[in-house]
């Protein structure tokens, strides 16, 4: 799901932003995501990823999640189409 | 989810031994084994009928973007299923504002999970409540936060007292088990008792009271939350309250959820109260339990997908269903705060460190510690224990 109707990429609530947080422990490794924070401003949203994972980052970054664009994922829709068919499920849609 | 009827009377609900922690499911907390699986708290939408002042989920009638269709339900429900999730809880919002709510409840329970609500009970005509226990629906948690006039202010409608007492009495009507939700704070702590009585006499016979956390609109009216004194009180007129209705043969559940320091406070008030040897075993009891259930033994996706920590924590986010399976993103301990949170013990400081009800409480809330701090480790503003009671000679200085 790439398009802007993906529903992961609109803004959660009150219309507060949402920023996905990325982190590194050591240098040598790579950026891994870490969930995402919901803040009224980027500077709040910095101040909570700093909060919960200051600790254990030598990098953080954050971006707001309406600008990721999503290949793939989880289609719990097909999943659950195909389980309410009596079909068998499908496991994790394809990448 | 601490059942004070059990621990104080002794009393034995109905399915115990097979029901589940979870500080928002409105069933049974108590164990002899740990559970291993979380029960999952869903939030179905985040519309609401009512405007209530602590809604954590910031619920209202505004139609939310990115809602799980019926067939996405459906496909979380697989995944959940295939996690071994024992208990989903379908929450708001009002759950009953989505029109698949009964076909969701039916497709749960035939994937083997079992299915509770959580309602302001204002839409449950008895055609609804029927439906719901033919779908299999357990159980209904039905919100009341205080009699009629204070009710209704703190639910933002006229008649919603009125409404949520109809509600309840559809799904007893219906044979279906339901119960009530209170959430104490400075506003209603007074009402509690007139209530429960008053349910009591419509036929609710188990009645959860919720402290109040600092999330959503919660977070809003942190300051009427209770102080440690009024909070003292109205779990000792709890205790004492439930002792009372069990003496006369009114054998009531009473539950309290959201904040572990009354597992610490109802040792305190068994061994003054019942004896050493009865104190001894409630602390054995919660020993298995565990204390805070955050991150573990409880989660929450809400109306987009977005898995949290609990229902209350809904600013932070693991992941979302729609990228990864709930169960790879739960199991994910490479996410360092996940991690930390489940060996959790090993990070408290202030005061829950030195703390000799650690075992049963782990700290509380690791929410209300960060809204009072900004410590995700630091205590839990909401502890009332003296620093007798938890074993220190003095309070720190946290
Ligand atoms: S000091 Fe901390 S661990 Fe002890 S009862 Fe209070 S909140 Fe729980």
Redesign the pocket.
């Known amino acids: 799901m790439a398009s802007d109707d993906d529903p992961r990429r609109k803004p959660r609530i009150d219309g507060s932003r949402q920023w996905e947080i990325f982190l590194r422990e050591r240098s040598a490794e790579p950026m891994r995501h870490v969930g995402s924070v919901t803040a009224p401003s980027a500077d709040i949203a910095t101040e909570q990823a700093t909060t919960l994972f200051d600790y254990a980052a030598s990098a953080l970054w954050l971006c707001p999640a309406d600008e990721v664009r999503r290949l793939g994922g989880n289609d719990l829709a097909e999943k659950g189409r195909t389980e309410s068919t009596g079909g068998a499920k499908t496991g994790v849609s394809q990448r | 989810m601490i059942s004070i009827s059990k621990l104080l009377c002794g009393q034995t609900a109905e399915g115990d031994g097979l029901r589940y922690d979870d500080p928002d499911a409105d069933i049974e907390q108590i164990r002899e084994e740990k559970q291993k699986r979380p029960v999952v708290v869903w939030n179905t939408t985040r519309r609401c009928n009512l405007y209530c002042e602590h809604c954590y989920a910031g619920a209202d009638l505004d139609p939310a973007q990115g809602e799980l269709s019926t067939a996405e339900a459906k496909g979380l429900i697989d995944d959940l299923a295939d996690y071994d999730v024992p208990v989903l809880l379908f929450s708001g919002g009002e759950p009953l504002v989505r029109e698949d709510l009964v076909e969701l409840v039916d497709y749960a329970t035939d994937r083997g999970i079992r299915s509770v609500l959580s309602t302001n009970g204002t839409l449950i005509t008895e055609e609804k409540a029927q439906a719901l226990k033919d779908a299999g629906l357990s159980y209904a948690g039905v919100s009341v936060d205080g009699l009629q006039e204070r009710n209704d202010r703190f639910r933002g409608q006229d008649g919603a007292f009125e409404a949520a007492v109809r509600g309840i009495e559809n799904c007893l009507s219906v044979d279906l088990k339901t119960g009530l939700r209170y959430t104490i704070t400075e506003h209603n702590a007074a009402d509690m008792e007139d209530v429960v009585d008053l349910l009591y006499d419509v036929g609710v016979d188990r009645f959860c009271f919720y402290h109040l956390d600092y999330g959503g609109r919660g977070g809003d009216i942190a300051d009427a939350d209770l102080d440690d004194e009024a909070q003292r009180r109205a779990v000792n007129r709890l205790f004492d309250m439930t002792r009372e209705y069990h003496a006369e043969g009114e054998e009531i559940e009473t539950l309290l959820v959201g904040n ?2 009354d597992s ?1 406070y109802v040792v305190e008030y068994a061994e003054k109260e019942l004896g050493e040897e009865h104190a001894e075993d409630i602390h054995q009891y919660l020993r298995v339990n565990g204390g805070d259930p955050t991150g573990e033994r409880v989660a929450d996706v809400d109306y987009r997908g977005d898995v949290h920590l609990t229902q209350f924590w809904q600013s932070y986010s693991l992941g979302n269903v729609r990228d990864r399976p709930f169960g790879d993103i739960w199991d994910d301990e490479w996410n360092p705060l996940l991690a930390r949170l489940r060996e959790r013990e090993k990070h ?1 400081t202030g ?2 460190a030195s ?1 000799q ?2 075992d049963v ?4 809330s690791r929410l209300r510690a960060l809204a009072g701090s900004g410590d995700l480790f630091g ?2 503003p909401q ?1 009332y ?1 003296t620093a007798e009671e ?1 074993g220190v000679s003095a309070e720190p200085a946290d």
Do not use: E, I, N, T
Not at chain 2, 361 to 364: A, F, I, P, T, V
């Open positions: 572990y320091a610490a408290l005061k829950c703390c009800y650690q409480c782990r700290g509380s205590p839990d502890c224990l938890r």
